[in-house]
């Protein structure tokens, strides 16, 4: 009985001591949390006059290209040290000679042919006063226009023209021998040399000009109504050569007028004077030829207007904004125009101070938040 009872005995005892310990734990107190508090980026509504600018892209081109051709045949015999890929010329310039030996023998030639007519011409002049002496003494019978000698006379004129008109051809063929610059420019492309035989045709070289260069900019239909054409806006053009950003200003002188059936742009063509700095250093650095550029086309002036970041506008044109007690309220908003960067809100903000600029996942209206202080630097 006693193996049997002591096992009883223990357990009671255990059981006994763990209830009494169980008895003696406190109840555990309830409390309820606080809800929490999103920390955001805000930004104060600032309204402020805008000008409506225009972000486009384009490549700079010449305002005027040529390609060189000879008028004439031979070999060249002589190059100007600047007849380069990338030589400067000046207007007038001689840039290449062809061999003018052949052509001032011809020069020659016809300079005889001259006196030969004119000699012609003075001696059917006086057969013709000769004939009309002996004619006028026999009144009687009535003088042909071939005894007066006129047909002979007109054609001695007429031959000393066509002497006349060969040898300014001469003379012309003689000037084309000296391939003189059209303009102040640039050679783009040498495609002769000396020693090298030339026919009328050939190309000698690409050129074009320095005075100004133009961007084509494309201009979608949305964007023009924010530009006023007309008056020749002012455009601001940038490109980043090597570790800095070049700039360079001119203004629209022409559209193209009429839009592109493919992009459905119309084409503005800005104007850059002297690119390459050759009247003035206009320019911290020249604005070379296929120079990929973005340009910046001043637009209308508006008043009035709120700038956000585009990435604060949400669905059905609403932003989230914070109140009084520093909770989430969205408001619907009035978008004048939006960029890539940026849109323009023109009404829709009264009476508000912040703007939420974190993007939150599924915020509710009233969401209590705090917000970093730009002002004071606090919370």
Do not use: H
């Amino acid at each position: 009985m006693k193996k049997l009872l002591l096992p009883v005995v223990i357990l009671s005892v255990c059981l006994s001591v763990a209830i009494w310990m169980a008895l003696q734990t406190p109840d555990p107190s309830v409390r309820n949390p606080d809800p929490p508090v999103l920390l955001v980026d805000v930004v104060a509504v600032e309204r402020r006059n805008v000008n409506l600018s225009v972000q486009v892209n384009g490549t700079v081109s010449p305002r005027t290209q040529t390609t060189l051709v000879s008028e004439v045949s031979g070999q060249i015999i002589e190059v100007a040290e600047n007849f380069e890929s990338g030589g400067f010329f000046e207007q007038g310039d001689v840039l290449l000679r062809i061999d003018d030996r052949n052509y001032k023998a011809e020069l020659k030639r016809a300079e005889s042919a001259i006196a030969a007519a004119r000699t012609k011409v003075t001696q059917e002049q006086g057969q013709a006063d000769y004939a009309r002496r002996t004619e006028a003494m026999r009144p009687d019978q009535a003088a042909t226009d071939l005894a007066l000698r006129k047909p002979q006379l007109a054609e001695a004129k007429a031959n000393l023209e066509f002497a006349i008109a060969d040898l300014e051809k001469r003379q012309g063929d003689l000037d084309r021998t000296v391939i003189r610059a059209p303009y102040n420019g640039m050679i783009k492309a040498k495609l002769s040399d000396v020693g090298q035989f030339v026919s009328g045709g050939t190309m000698l070289a690409e050129v074009f000009a320095v005075d100004a260069v133009e961007v084509r900019l494309p201009l979608p239909d949305r964007e023009l109504p924010y530009i006023d054409l007309e008056s020749s806006p002012r455009v601001e053009l940038s490109a980043e050569l090597g570790d800095e950003v070049q700039t360079w200003y001119g203004e629209i002188v022409r559209t193209e007028g009429v839009f592109d059936a493919k992009s459905r742009v119309l084409y503005a063509v800005a104007r850059i004077e002297d690119p390459y700095n050759r009247r003035s250093q206009s320019w911290p650095y020249p604005l070379r030829v296929g120079t990929f550029v973005e340009a910046s086309i001043a637009g209308r002036d508006v008043d009035n207007i709120v700038v956000l970041p585009r990435n604060v506008l949400r669905a059905d044109n609403r932003v989230w904004t914070v109140g009084g007690n520093n909770e989430l309220l969205p408001r619907q908003v009035s978008v004048l125009r939006a960029d890539e960067d940026r849109i323009y809100i023109d009404s829709g903000l009264e009476g508000v101070a912040l703007v939420c600029l974190t993007t939150l996942e599924n915020p509710l209206p009233g969401t209590v938040v705090r917000f970093s202080n730009q002002d004071d630097g606090g919370d």
